[in-house]
């Protein structure tokens, strides 16, 4: 019954580009319903473990299954029941707001009657019932954000990516898109989220630290806080990332 709660798991998950680690045999889960940070500087290899998470890149050795499907074996499986969204904002911008909605919907496999029913739901949601039919480049970046998160789970996957989805917006815009994700893992979704800004790994029920392809401490930020004697999570980041530097 403990592995039917975790949506995802890994044990020694590897990959090497030629004599280069990205990513050096991690291993950690993620429940049901979690919101997971994920954290690391530039090159730390957050990027290329979410690739292999979501079925985009093969690892070079170890294991790891999402929502039960196999990385390495089922990544177009593994496509189906997850949500991305990515710091770049994905949307079409030359779309309206129901075209993206329709347009990802199918994309998602959905059928056109439940993408008539979620795009009332979602437009609604987002009181954007007088831009519907609106270009997206014409909206602010916190609600093209906004709207870019709520498409990435309208066919209400096992879990979510998010890589760095508040990168630009405002902090009343960064703390609405919070409402969202605690929203959706209300509905049983697991978020997976990186982020730089420190302050929202504390909105996280487990964070991880990676450093140089290795995953150094996972644990609650309350827990990690204490561990290294720091007041918050910048500070606990920035003294794993400095003594990795400056160790011998």
Same mark, same amino acid.
């Given at each position: 019954?403990?592995?039917?709660?975790?949506?995802?798991?890994?044990? #020694?998950?590897?990959?090497?580009?030629?004599?280069?680690?990205?990513?050096?045999?991690?291993?950690?889960?993620? !429940? !049901?319903?979690?919101?997971? #940070?994920?954290?690391?500087?530039? #090159?730390? #290899?957050?990027?290329?473990?979410?690739? *292999?998470? $979501?079925?985009?890149?093969? %690892?070079? $050795?170890?294991?790891?299954?999402?929502?039960?499907?196999?990385?390495?074996?089922?990544?177009? &499986?593994?496509?189906?029941?997850?949500?991305?969204? $990515?710091?770049?904002?994905?949307?079409?911008?030359?779309?309206?707001?129901?075209?993206?909605?329709?347009?990802?919907?199918?994309?998602?496999?959905?059928?056109? @009657?439940?993408?008539?029913?979620?795009?009332? =739901?979602?437009?609604?949601?987002?009181?954007?019932?007088?831009?519907?039919?609106?270009?997206?480049?014409?909206? %602010?970046?916190?609600? @093209?954000?906004?709207?870019?998160?709520?498409?990435?789970?309208?066919?209400?996957? $096992?879990?979510?990516?998010? +890589?760095?989805?508040?990168?630009?917006?405002?902090?009343?815009?960064? /703390?609405?898109?919070?409402?969202?994700?605690?929203?959706?893992?209300?509905?049983?979704?697991?978020?997976?989220?990186?982020?730089?800004?420190?302050?929202?790994?504390?909105?996280?029920?487990?964070?991880?630290?990676?450093? &140089?392809?290795?995953? !150094?401490? =996972?644990?609650? %930020?309350?827990?990690?806080?204490? @561990?290294? +004697? @720091?007041?918050? *999570?910048?500070?606990?980041?920035?003294?794993?990332?400095? /003594?990795?530097?400056?160790?011998?």
């Amino acid at each position: 019954m403990e592995s039917q709660n975790k949506v995802i798991v890994c044990d #020694g998950l590897t990959k090497t580009f030629g004599d280069f680690t990205a990513v050096n045999a991690i291993t950690f889960d993620v !429940k !049901k319903g979690e919101i997971f #940070g994920f954290l690391g500087a530039n #090159g730390a #290899g957050k990027t290329t473990a979410i690739k *292999m998470l $979501s079925g985009l890149l093969s %690892p070079s $050795s170890g294991k790891a299954t999402v929502a039960g499907f196999d990385v390495a074996t089922q990544p177009e &499986d593994i496509k189906k029941n997850i949500g991305y969204m $990515s710091q770049h904002f994905s949307l079409y911008q030359d779309m309206t707001i129901k075209e993206n909605i329709r347009f990802y919907g199918g994309i998602y496999g959905l059928s056109r @009657k439940e993408i008539k029913t979620q795009s009332k =739901l979602l437009i609604k949601k987002l009181g954007l019932e007088a831009y519907e039919n609106r270009l997206v480049e014409g909206l %602010p970046l916190g609600w @093209k954000q906004k709207l870019a998160f709520s498409i990435a789970i309208i066919h209400n996957p $096992s879990i979510v990516f998010l +890589d760095e989805p508040t990168s630009g917006v405002d902090p009343i815009t960064r /703390r609405q898109f919070w409402g969202l994700i605690y929203e959706a893992t209300h509905q049983g979704i697991t978020v997976f989220v990186t982020t730089h800004y420190l302050e929202e790994a504390e909105y996280c029920d487990r964070v991880s630290i990676m450093v &140089d392809g290795d995953l !150094k401490d =996972l644990d609650t %930020p309350q827990n990690l806080m204490k @561990k290294y +004697d @720091k007041d918050n *999570m910048n500070d606990v980041f920035l003294y794993m990332a400095v /003594r990795s530097k400056y160790k011998e």
